[in-house]
């Protein structure tokens, strides 16, 4: 019996193909379907841990399933149903090849970045004499192109995503204000939770009729991070750590443990206690974003479940 699911191999109807994301399993049917299945992988540094952590990929379903939902009076998104736990079904949109990443903070790779010396990130120029996690005046958004399969995504001006034909400055422009709306109103959903949306990620794609639409997940542990509201300003204040609700605090781990996904460094033993560790962080973020109770599931074996949801689709 699977309580993880590391892998899934399924076979459905009018199945064209199948794409393994470094944590999501995403099926192409022939009707420009997709069906997508949330494992409990775990990536860091661009890359995939051997263990995967219990329940984790039912809580980046259902969040992104929530906040999918929350949003699309913002922009149109490709989800359509959500069948199962791990499970979201919705149309397939041509990928926009750069990653929008939305910052509020110094936080995480910007402030590696800025620790290191630079002051000019993305097109944006960082003033002198700030800290670890304090808050920009207003939110700035780093681009990135996002990377094939093994590769590492990397910064871009967005003067060179133009440049590069990347995408039009249009339509550049059209995703730019989208990005800092969405991460408007995932901060407001944060701050009713009594969190801090700190930065996050979204991507876009172009439907079959050629509107900008938002793909993937948005708001999830895996693409954002979070902070606490009530204790901000007073670890801030005093130049403590924040506590992290997000995946920076397995990075960090990571980091700690002498593996920053460079060439010959060995990934540290993942044992039954950073599972747990992990697990229960990724819960703790679900109960405090959501405001509810993480709905634990059976003890049925996690494909037989999925197999049983989605029987429609499959031969």
């Not at 730019?176 to 949306?197: P, R």
Request: glycine residues 6%.
């Amino acid at each position: 019996m699977s309580k993880v699911l590391n892998y899934s191999n399924f076979n459905f109807k009018n199945q064209t193909s199948k794409y393994e994301g470094k944590v999501r399993d995403v099926y192409t049917l022939r009707d420009n379907t997709l069906v997508m299945i949330a494992s409990d992988r775990i990536s860091a540094f661009d890359v995939v841990m051997p263990r995967g952590i219990t329940y984790k990929g039912q809580v980046l379903n259902q969040i992104a399933v929530k906040m999918l939902n929350k949003t699309k009076d913002i922009v149109p998104n490709w989800l359509e149903i959500n069948p199962d736990p791990n499970v979201s079904i919705g149309k397939k949109c041509d990928p926009i090849k750069v990653e929008m990443v939305v910052r509020g903070y110094l936080s995480g790779h910007a402030y590696r970045e800025y620790k290191s010396g630079k002051r000019k990130i993305c097109g944006n120029t960082i003033p002198n004499g700030l800290k670890e996690n304090d808050k920009f005046i207003s939110p700035i958004i780093t681009p990135t192109t996002k990377a094939d399969q093994g590769l590492h995504d990397q910064d871009i001006d967005p003067k060179d995503i133009i440049k590069k034909n990347l995408l039009n400055k249009n339509d550049y422009e059209k995703i730019h204000d989208i990005s800092l709306m969405l991460y408007k109103k995932g901060n407001e959903i944060a701050n009713k939770s009594g969190l801090i949306l700190v930065d996050t990620k979204y991507e876009f794609g172009y439907d079959t009729n050629g509107e900008i639409t938002l793909i993937d997940e948005i708001h999830t542990p895996d693409s954002s991070r979070y902070f606490y509201l009530d204790s901000y300003e007073d670890l801030q204040t005093k130049g403590l750590k924040q506590k992290q609700l997000s995946k920076e605090f397995f990075r960090e781990w990571l980091m700690e443990n002498n593996f920053r996904g460079l060439e010959g460094q060995k990934i540290p033993k993942i044992n039954d206690d950073v599972v747990k560790m992990v697990s229960n962080r990724y819960i703790e973020l679900y109960e405090k974003l959501i405001g509810e109770k993480f709905d634990f599931p059976s003890n049925k074996d996690i494909i037989d479940r999925i197999q049983g949801n989605l029987k429609e689709f499959l031969k």
